[in-house]
Every structure is written in C-alpha cells, then in structure tokens.
C-alpha cells in the first residue's frame, strides 16, 4: 500500500494542455469514420500502479468496416510481446490482458502497452507508471555564503528510486512569523540541492523543509531550524603563497589573505593548511592555525615540490557559538624546497614565522637557552632570525665541504661535481 | 528567371545590375543552414526516440503515420514541381512547425523532465525552423517568386479552432504525435536542403 501522506494510488495521468489536443485530432486512439482502418481504445489509461500489483487491461476494437474482430490482436510491452496465456478475448471486438506482479517502471515516461493487429500495426497503446511513493527526505544540510544566501542539499528517501519522476520541493520559512516560501533554483550543488539568493534575514531562525511528491503519493522531510549566522562559509583564502626560507632545504613559508567579504567580520577565523608532496595523494594537514595569515612549514623533505592549499572556518561571526563551516580549499600553490645532499626528516608541521614561539621541542629548548644567554650573557643580538641564519650557513658549508672532497651524496668518493 | 527548373541564368537580366553574385551567395549560405539542421534534426529525433522507450527507436516501429493537422510530409510528386513552388512549400512547411514542436516540448517537459537536453533540443528546433523559414523566404524574395499562392490557413488559428473540439490525449498517443512532428522536421529541413542544393551554382540542375 502507498506510503506518504496522499489518498490511494492515482489511476490516471495528468491531463495534457488544451493545444495538444489539435494535433491530436487523428492520432492513436481517435476514431476516424470512414477511413477503412481499425481502431482501437486501451482501458486503463495512462495507470498509475504500485511496484507489485496487478494489471487487468482491456483493448476494444472499433472501426471500419464493422464488426472489426478481436482475434488476431496481441500485446506488447516496451516492444516485447507478451505471453499469449497472459490474454483472453472477452468477446468479439474486446482482448484483455492480466498483468501480476509488476516490475519499476523502465522509464519515466512511462511503460509502453500496446495492442497490435494480426499483422502487427499498432491500433492503440497506452502508458504504464509503476514504481513507488516517496519516503521521507533526509540528511538537509544548509550553507550560507558570506550571509548573503542560502544553499542546503539533502538526501532522498529510499535511496531515491521511485521508478516515477519524483519532484522535491525545498521550502522555508520564518519560525515566528511569515508564509511559506519555495526555493527556485535547484540542482545548483547536485541533484538534491536548491539555492536562495537573497533576502534572508540574520539573527532569526528559519524553518526548512523538504516535500517529495510522485504520482503516488507525497512525504515531508523533518524540519530543521537554523539561523543563517549559524551556518556561514565563506570562499577560500586569496593570494595564497609558498615561498622557501631562505636557503632552509626544510622549510616553506606559507602566506595567504583573509577572504575579503567576510574580512570585517573573521575576528576568530580558523584556517587549516594541507600539503603533499608532488607525486603523492596523500594530504598532511596543519589543524591550529587559528586567525593568522601565515605559516611555516617545517620537517619537510629537501628538493622537493609541494603543493600547498588553505582554507577558511569564520566561525563566531557576530557572536554565534556554532562550529562553523569550513570554506572549500584554495587552489593548490605550488613551491618546492631548495635541494640538499643529506636527506630530509620526512615529516611536517607548521612552525611560526622566525622570531616567534616555537612549538617544537628543539626549538622551545632554543629558546630557553637564547633568553638565557641574552640575560646572562649580554648576548643582545641573539634571535630565531641568527638561528636561522646560522643554519643555512651551516648547509652551506656543509655543501662546499662536500664539493672540494668530491663527495657524492651516497657518500662515495668521486670526481663528479654536484650542483644545486 | 528562366523557367528551366533548378537554373539561375537569366539571358535577359540587366547585366549592369547583376544581382546574381548576392542571390548566390543568399542561396549557398541558406543551403548550408539547411545542411546543418539536417543534421540537428536527426540528432533530435534519436534524443526524442530514446526518452519514450521502446519499441520507439527500434528498427521497424511504425505507428501510422497519421497526418497532423497544420502539416502533412513532403508530397510523392515535390520533387518534380517548379523550383520556386518547392522552396513555397518548404517555407510553409517551416513556419508551421515551430508551434507543433512548442506542444510536443510541452508535453515532453511533463513526460521527461530530467531530460534537458530533449527540452532543449526542441526548444532549439523551434528556433531553427524559423530561422530556416525566413531565410527560405528570402531566397524567394530575392528570386522575386515570393508571392503567396491562394490563402494559407495560419497554424495557430488552426490550433485555436480545433483545440476546443479535439479530446484530451492519452501518454502513448502523446509519445506517437511528437515522435510525427520530429519525424516531419527532419523529412522537410532535408527536403529544403535538397531544394536549395539543386539552385545552388555548380549543383545538380
């Protein structure tokens, strides 16, 4: 039995605009007198039927010259014809046909039962929707963009096969007040998805709702309720930038800039950074850079291209206390660190910018030791900044080193020269 | 114009004004219009027939070929008329499909909405058509044999007249009418495009 909201199954297609009829005039189905050609007339139809049931048709013959006869006739559905057992001829002019169990319909403009002649000419068809009604949508997902708009996507009950064309209605409304709206735009972000553009009002729940209704019947997602401040994304952070540290064979810098519509409001943005290496699909991803335009990769392999991309959360926009909504990656920015002859560490985490706190262990420890120096030891040029410096000297030496003793990078002797 | 079927050469034209460079090209760009629609049309009548399923499309489904008030296929004997008749009749072939491939894109749009490009193909059709049209009709302006031939019943009278009296339709009649209509497009785009090759310099005569 139908499931949904609505009354039983329909029995009968939609009625067609009146213009169609003109062209109709001597089609299937439209006695024509005089002409010598039968005619036939197939009751039901256009039916609609649930997945399962049963069919009893009947095609009666009518035209010129008369008693046209119904022997002869047989049936066809979606050009294969049926059983002989599956008809009887009720009388002269009139052949039924019985139909059990029947299968989804094969397409959405329905299944097509004809009623042939003895020499196969068509004399009358008529069109089949068996499928199911729709279940209850679920899963609604909604999105707002810089506060401007609204998209929100949704899964369809019953993995969506209804074998009949199932329309899907998003609608909204004000929780407090104001009518029922319908979303217009739909498939915007896939098939079950609709967007609306503009007047939405902020710091005031919405209501919203998805109707799916088929020939069979209709059902009503449960409602979610959302204020668009809630929900907000934004677009990827712009003018992203990988650049190496100075000769660091470890290190890249990343720098990006705040999205721009948003950028009044992302006093608290999160960012995640993620990277790979060139030829890897595996992504690594730096989860606490929280509201700052910048980052430093570390622990990277030398000469080696990475590529790079970076996105945004505003959450806490004008005091909301929901997760917010991860904006989509940037375009992948590519740069890769300078070469060296001794292998990389492998691994990564974003470090700040020289001179600022450390988080790794090696360099927390550094740090104690400079702030101890430059208080003990009135070593007041001491920084991150001379750290670094130092070990890119250090490299460097390290690489003329190699050169003049003609070491190769396994570690062999040789007269090959290695250049970066 | 010469009365010789399928020629432009006319002995006694002014050769000072020589309007036959323009009329030739006219006829050569509304031929290779009409070459491209031909394909279109055979490309939308393949769309049309794999949304209806079968037994359209398959080798040897023929519905009757019941005419369609407005618009019946190319006559057996259309060939064998006088140029300028033949490119008449294809005009009016052309300005009456238009509105019968809006009802079948009707139709089709309750039938088969998740098929876009069905919808648009027809929708296209339409455009075609009337486009097609006009410009047939300029190359019979431009041959100075575009007057009309006793009253022509405008289509859409036609369809306002006979809406109120015909009977609601059924699906299965529904698929067979607009499988007709695509089925006329394509015999007549086809049928312009050999009329116009016939005119065109250098063609069969």
């Keep these: 039995m139908p499931a949904g909201r609505s009354g039983p199954a329909a029995q009968s297609a939609r009625r067609p605009p009146l213009l169609l009829p003109l062209l109709l005039l001597c089609v299937l189905g439209a006695p024509r007198a005089g002409s010598g050609a039968h005619m036939a007339v197939i009751s039901p139809q ?11 048709a009947t095609c009666s013959v009518h035209g010129d010259p008369p008693g046209a006869t119904a022997e002869g006739l047989y049936w066809t559905l979606n050009g294969r014809r049926l059983a002989p057992e599956l008809s009887r001829v009720l009388n002269t002019s009139t052949l039924a046909l019985a139909l059990a169990n029947l299968n989804g319909s094969r397409q959405q403009s329905g299944d097509n039962l004809v009623c042939h002649a003895r020499d196969g000419s068509i004399l009358a068809g008529s069109c089949l929707y068996v499928g199911l009604p729709p279940e209850k949508p679920f899963n609604i997902s909604c999105w707002s963009k810089n506060m401007k708009d609204l998209t929100c996507r949704w899964t369809p009950g019953a993995h969506g096969e209804t074998f009949l064309h199932t329309n899907y209605s998003l609608k909204y409304k004000l929780r407090w007040y104001g009518q029922d709206n319908t979303c217009e735009e739909y498939h915007t972000v896939g098939p079950h998805s609709c967007h609306i553009p503009k007047d939405l009002a902020l710091f005031t729940p919405y209501e ?9 019947g209709s059902a009503r997602s449960d409602v979610l309720t959302l204020d668009i401040l809630d929900v907000v994304t934004t677009d990827p952070p712009p003018d992203v930038h990988v650049s190496r540290v100075g000769g660091l064979e470890d290190q890249l810098s990343v720098r990006w800039v705040s999205p721009p519509a948003l950028k009044d409001f992302l006093f608290q943005a999160k960012y995640q950074i993620r990277y790979r290496v ?4 595996d992504w690594k991803v730096v989860d606490d850079v929280s509201n700052q335009t910048s980052c430093r990769l570390a622990g990277l392999k030398p000469g080696t291209v990475y590529f790079v991309q970076v ?3 505003p959450f806490g926009i004008y005091g ?16 890769s660190t300078p070469r060296s002859e001794r292998p990389g560490p492998g691994g990564g985490a974003c470090e700040p910018r020289g001179g600022e706190p450390s988080s790794g262990p090696v360099r927390r420890e550094l740090k104690q030791f400079l702030g101890w120096l430059k208080k003990h030891a009135y070593c007041s040029n001491l920084s991150f900044r001379l750290y670094d410096q130092w070990r890119a000297w250090m490299q460097k030496t390290h690489k003329t080193r190699n050169q003049d003793e003609g070491i190769l990078p ?11 | 114009m010469s009365r010789r079927e399928g020629s432009l050469e006319d002995p006694q034209a002014d ?3 020589s309007p036959l460079p323009h009329l030739e090209a006219k006829i050569r760009q509304t031929h290779s219009l009409a070459r491209l629609l031909t394909k279109y049309a055979e490309q939308l009548l393949q769309e049309y027939v794999q949304h209806q399923g079968d037994p359209f499309g398959r080798p040897g489904f023929s519905p009757p070929r019941l005419p369609v008030a407005g618009l019946s296929a190319p006559a057996p004997g259309h060939a064998g008329l006088p140029a300028p008749e033949r490119l008449r009749l294809d005009a ?4 009456a499909l238009p509105p019968l491939l809006d009802v079948v894109r009707r139709r089709q749009a309750e039938l088969n909405p998740r098929a876009p490009r069905l919808l648009l193909r027809l929708e296209e059709a339409a455009r075609q058509a009337r486009a097609l049209g006009a410009a047939v009709e300029a190359v019979l302006a431009a041959l100075g044999a575009d007057e009309t031939r006793g009253p022509r019943p405008e289509p859409a009278v036609v369809a306002t007249n006979a809406a109120a009296a015909a009977p609601d339709a059924g699906v299965f009649p529904a698929k067979v009418l607009g499988l007709r209509v695509c089925g006329l497009y394509r015999e007549w785009v086809s049928r312009t495009e050999g009329d116009l090759g016939q005119l065109v310099p250098g063609g069969p005569a």
């Design chain 1, 311 to 313: 996105r945004c959360n």
């Design chain 1, 410 to 420: 396994s570690g062999r002797r040789g007269t090959t020269r290695a250049f970066t």
């Design chain 1, 278 to 281: 060139e030829d890897s699909v």
């Design chain 2, 15 to 17: 050769s000072s004004i």
């Design chain 1, 46 to 56: 256009d039916p609609t039927l649930l997945i399962g049931s049963s069919l009893q």
């Design chain 1, 320 to 335: 909301s206390k929901k997760a917010g909504i991860w904006s989509e990656w940037s375009h992948p920015t590519a740069a």
């Design chain 2, 92 to 95: 009016a072939a052309l300005t």
């Design chain 1, 208 to 216: 919203i709702w998805v109707e799916a209704t088929n020939r069979l």
